[in-house]
């Protein structure tokens, strides 16, 4: 049965938040006069994702917007509308428009390939988030995960792992892709996860 895991999902508003906190002054600080210092612009952000009219996807781009704004960057919110080619010519046009980074829901994984080859070459990072994997894909890779890492992680890490490599089968093969490891696999040890298949 497939599912929909997020990959960063509604972290990717809460890794943007942290990256760029480093990057700002301490929050609420003030002038001598005691009025709140204006923050300055520090760059943009692209985000483009499936389709806005989904509800999880217009918070996540909403939620982006007001982080980034604290710490003085903007955020463009695209919908990919379901459509591959008009995703890809998003990316092309964050890679031309020279965006600071770009955060990217695929349509299709495969057909944003060309956009995230154009980023990359244009030295942009590019954040995935929310990559379809199948039950089965996640739990073989907390499998794997465990038998040649020895990282004792549960199911969610496994679909992370599934959907990096998938990333790396396809659009960002040669790239270098960070994911979470957000559960241990302690709470797992009674389902099936654990059982060889």
């Not at 600080?29 to 923050?39: I, K, L, M």
């Not at 428009?97 to 070459?121: I, R």
């Given at each position: 049965m497939k599912q929909l895991f997020t990959i960063f999902g509604m972290c990717s508003a809460l890794v943007v938040a942290s990256v760029l906190a480093g990057c700002t002054a301490e929050q609420g600080e003030t002038t001598p006069a005691g009025q709140a210092r204006p923050v300055e612009h520090k760059g943009?952000?692209?985000v483009t994702c499936m389709d806005l009219t989904d509800p999880f996807f217009k918070l996540i781009g909403n939620v982006m917007e007001q982080e980034a704004k604290k710490h003085g960057y903007s955020v463009v919110v695209l919908s990919g509308e379901m459509d591959p080619a008009k995703q890809n010519?998003?990316?092309s046009?964050?890679?031309a428009q020279g965006y600071d980074a770009v955060f990217?829901?695929?349509v299709d994984s495969k057909s944003?390939?060309?956009g995230v080859k154009k980023l990359a070459e244009a030295g942009i990072p590019v954040f995935?988030?929310?990559v379809q994997v199948t039950d089965e894909e996640a739990m073989a890779m907390a499998r794997r995960l465990a038998a040649e890492e020895g990282i004792f992680a549960g199911f969610s890490s496994g679909a992370n792992l599934a959907a990096a490599?998938?990333?790396l089968r396809g659009p960002c093969r040669g790239a270098t892709i960070a994911i979470l490891m957000c559960d241990s696999g302690l709470k797992y040890l009674s389902t099936d996860l654990w059982d060889l298949p």
């Amino acid at each position: 049965m497939k599912q929909l895991f997020t990959i960063f999902g509604m972290c990717s508003a809460l890794v943007v938040a942290s990256v760029l906190a480093g990057c700002t002054a301490e929050q609420g600080e003030t002038t001598p006069a005691g009025q709140a210092r204006p923050v300055e612009h520090k760059g943009k952000i692209g985000v483009t994702c499936m389709d806005l009219t989904d509800p999880f996807f217009k918070l996540i781009g909403n939620v982006m917007e007001q982080e980034a704004k604290k710490h003085g960057y903007s955020v463009v919110v695209l919908s990919g509308e379901m459509d591959p080619a008009k995703q890809n010519s998003q990316l092309s046009d964050f890679a031309a428009q020279g965006y600071d980074a770009v955060f990217l829901n695929p349509v299709d994984s495969k057909s944003a390939g060309e956009g995230v080859k154009k980023l990359a070459e244009a030295g942009i990072p590019v954040f995935t988030y929310d990559v379809q994997v199948t039950d089965e894909e996640a739990m073989a890779m907390a499998r794997r995960l465990a038998a040649e890492e020895g990282i004792f992680a549960g199911f969610s890490s496994g679909a992370n792992l599934a959907a990096a490599m998938q990333l790396l089968r396809g659009p960002c093969r040669g790239a270098t892709i960070a994911i979470l490891m957000c559960d241990s696999g302690l709470k797992y040890l009674s389902t099936d996860l654990w059982d060889l298949p």
